[in-house]
């Protein structure tokens, strides 16, 4: 079966977007158990979540004795769960019809696939139709006025149905699914090299490739990514580089540069983005 896992810590509008998109969507035939880890959020958000719990029986609240930060947190909602599958989801996120589906299908490729994901407006490479960032902050693509997450989704699922799975060698952590065949293999993410997050999936993602396993993209999968506001800009900018000085020390620099710009390249994420932006020209400013 298939588990969802969600960290969560405050960031109550998010939250709240987030688990009503998921339980609209939920399809009990695909899915098993969603596992939300209250990371020490406060009062408010502890209610909202035990509301949950009490009117979907298929969630899990895990609340943690002190706050574990994102890493600790990942690894205890993953190892929660005995799932074929595991999604590993961000609190601010809006997933579309029939996600969960269309990721599996990709698994059932073959079974070297160990992680895939979804394309979204904010996941760096796998961003459309734009992925350049500043040294801050990840790319955000805004939605065209009066489109919404579902019609946005449908578009990039009906242009995606008919393109070729990409193969990569990274998987944005805004959204991961994983196999437990992996899990098993490797283990989990990296607490003590990246306990704020910020380059634990990087990490996570080159050990797979590294173990003999498959990472792709899911380009028929459309999911909404907010950019939740948890931390300053400043902080953010810290773990930031702190994240990536930990990447490189464990696997290079140059190894890093070479697999951003094959993602960068790779000519279906590219085609993905390409049709997005000329779908909504004057939203995304394109000339013709």
Known sequence: MHDVVVCIHNGHKDVE???LSLTKNWNPDLLQRLILVDDQSDKKMEKMLSSYRERFPYITVIRTEEQSFYTKAANLGLKSSTAKYRTLLNSDTIVTDGWEERIQAVFATSEYVGVVGPLSNAAS?????????????????SLPEGVSVEEFGSFV??????VPIPFVPLVHGFCLTVRDSLLAEIGYFDELSFPRGYGEENDFCFRAEDAGFLL??????FIFHAKSKSYTSSDRTNFMHAGMKAFAAKHG?????????????????????DAVANKWPDHYQVSA
């Open 157 to 162: 699922r009906e242009v995606g149905a008919s």
């Open 125 to 141: 490479t796998q961003s459309v139709p734009f992925v350049k960032s500043t040294k801050d902050q990840t790319a955000i693509n």
């Open 216 to 221: 792709a993209v899911a380009v028929d999968v």
């Open 253 to 273: 620099s140059e190894r890093i540069k070479r697999s951003i710009r094959y993602m960068e390249a790779q000519p279906h994420l590219q085609f993905m983005r």
């Open 17 to 19: 977007d987030c688990l």
